[in-house]
């Protein structure tokens, strides 16, 4: 027996999968030669740009920006900031994110919003607010002065300032995959006579250190990168507060063009290190997520 099925005056029947979801070779074609296209003058360009500048008047000017006392200066104040920053970031993700995703607690929306809050503030004003705080005019100023200590224009308020641009990275990585895991495995090894610290270095960091690595690439890259609220705390003092993006603004303003480009190039190959680095471990992630999500659905 045959069954026609009619629809309904205005209802639209439904389309295939199939059709929903494919679309004309020339359509693709054109998608993705809008994205080469994108990524060529936003991305590929600017990066040849960097390099042939940098190397333009050849490899003893170039090495000559890059051993310069200031240029090496700067070097060594990213990575100091880098290196204290992202360690602390690394304890506040994971304690925030443990936090977040494995108890029911009050405010806990409350300390997502915040954990949020360098995404929506400008870094500039961050900047301005530590002013306010530790700066000399502020509100701890004549305490810090008595106690012949310095925040502002120091090294202090720099990774405090670097801090805060780069605090969300870490955490907005783990909460998903934390949330997405549930506490199956931690109950359990509970139940076994685990202690919270044999829980935590056996049951929960193995599931997701490759989520913990990959935001530690993203903080360390943005912490290197940073320059609105460095700038603002930093007084571009010379050889003593500035970074590597401070120098090259620097260099740049005195039409120093290629000692500007030179250390921007370092910059850039870190930034494309970084790239490399975060694609392998992205791949990575999408496993262990697509791991986490079929296990869910499993049970």
């Known amino acids: 027996m045959n069954t026609t099925v ?18 004309p070779a020339w359509v693709r074609i054109a998608l993705i030669l809008t994205a080469l296209a994108f990524l060529s003058f936003f991305l ?6 960097v390099f042939h500048e940098a190397l333009k008047k050849g490899w003893e ?28 970031n690394l304890v506040f993700g994971i304690a925030a994110a443990w936090a977040i995703a494995k108890f029911e607690f009050r405010g806990k929306n409350l300390l997502l919003t915040l954990i ?23 509100w701890l100023g004549e305490w810090l002065r008595d106690h012949d ?22 955490a907005r990585e783990l909460i998903p995959l934390m949330q997405a895991q549930g506490q199956e495995q931690e109950e359990a090894a509970r139940v076994l006579g685990a202690s919270g610290w044999q ?35 930093s007084g571009h003092i010379r050889g003593q507060t500035n970074t590597m993006p401070l120098h090259i603004e620097i260099l740049y303003n005195e039409y120093q063009f290629a000692a500007a480009f030179a250390v921007a190039s370092l910059l850039a190959g870190l930034a494309l290190v970084t790239l490399v680095l975060k694609y392998i471990v992205e791949q990575r992630v999408k496993q262990v997520k697509h791991a986490a999500r079929a296990d869910q659905e499993s049970e």
């Open 44 to 49: 590929f360009v600017p990066l040849f740009a």
């Open 149 to 170: 200590l310095k925040v502002i224009f120091a090294v202090p308020g720099i990774v405090l300032a670097t801090v805060f641009v780069t605090f969300p990275f870490i």
């Open 61 to 88: 000017v170039y090495l000559a920006a890059i051993v310069e006392p200031d240029a090496l200066s700067a070097v060594k104040l990213t990575l100091i900031a880098a290196g204290i920053s992202v360690p602390l």
């Open 199 to 233: 829980i935590f270095w056996r049951v929960t960091l193995p599931n997701v250190k490759w989520a913990l690595l990959y935001g530690v690439i993203l903080c360390n890259a943005r912490a290197m990168g940073e320059f609105g609220a460095v700038s603002v705390v």
């Open 116 to 138: 949020d809050l360098p995404f929506s503030v400008s870094p500039v004003i961050a900047g301005l607010i530590y002013v306010l705080v530790f700066g000399l005019q502020g």
């Open 6 to 23: 009619l629809a309904s005056p205005g209802v639209v029947a439904p389309r295939s999968p199939l059709s929903a979801t494919s679309e």
